[in-house]
């Protein structure tokens, strides 16, 4: 369980930080359209979420192994991430939501 909160999170984390980008946020919102004032939380919570990630990761395997889950973790993410901007980018902001609830949703579980 903590294994999906801890994808989930880098995904939501992922997506937080690419629709923070201009052109990311034009193609999922419209041309003509900036991220403006939400930018900063945008990036805010996905390095938040990035960071939630590793600290499961860490959680699970200890330390030393917990840094390369996580690699793994970011890269599977990013892959879900590239595919989604680049085939359905309107989607991405009901995906990124979702992900972020997959993860709590998991974490209370777990904690449980």
């Known amino acids: 369980m ?3 909160a801890s994808f989930a999170a880098a995904v939501g984390g992922l997506f937080a930080l690419s629709l923070a980008i201009d ?3 034009e193609d999922s919102f419209g041309r003509g359209r900036e991220p403006g004032r939400r930018r900063p939380w945008m990036r805010a919570a996905g390095a938040v979420a990035l960071l939630v990630s590793l600290l499961v990761c860490c959680h699970l395997r200890g330390a030393a192994q917990g840094w390369v889950l996580w690699f793994g973790t970011l890269t599977a993410g990013a892959w ?3 595919l989604v901007m680049g085939y359905a980018p309107r989607r ?3 995906l990124a939501v979702a992900a972020g609830v997959l993860a709590l949703a998991a974490l209370l579980c777990s904690a449980w």
């Open 23 to 25: 052109r990311h946020y």
């Open 2 to 4: 903590l294994t999906a």
């Open 92 to 94: 991405a902001t009901g």
């Open 80 to 82: 879900v991430v590239v």
